[in-house]
Nanobody
Framework: QLVESGGGLVQPGGSLRLTCVGSKLLFARYTLGWYRRVPGKERTLVSTITQAGETNYADSVKGRFTVSRDNAENTVYLQMNNLKPEDTAVYYC?????????WGRGTQVTVSS
């Protein structure tokens, strides 16, 4: 029900925009978020945006990443600027309503020269 796109290979200092489109979900009801996982580690929070548009970011991405949503299009975005090699991970889209979570399958982001 959630499909991410926009990942790829980018050089350090570059930018990418991730997109997550939901189907069969009324996005306006959900807190939406982005998480990431590197091999051998647990999935960690990158950013969230509430139904009211309040945003939250991991300290490691503050000032570089921006999350936004378009409820009419059932879409959430993650604009990633000034990417660093340590941002390399699989990025997952999340939609949360109370205790119910929906996840996408992830999109790979690789930051390397």
């Amino acid at each position: 029900q959630l499909v991410e796109s926009g990942g790829g290979l980018v050089q350090p200092g570059g930018s990418l925009r991730l997109t997550c489109v939901g189907s069969k979900l009324l996005f306006a009801r959900y807190t939406l978020g982005w998480y990431r996982r590197v091999p051998g580690k647990e999935r960690t929070l990158v950013s969230t945006i509430t139904q009211a548009g309040e945003t939250n970011y991991a300290d490691s991405v503050k000032g570089r990443f921006t999350v936004s949503r378009d409820n009419a299009e059932n879409t959430v975005y993650l604009q990633m600027n000034n990417l660093k090699p340590e941002d390399t991970a699989v990025y997952y889209c999340n939609a949360r309503l109370r205790t119910v979570d929906y996840w996408g399958r992830g999109t790979q982001v690789t930051v390397s020269s």
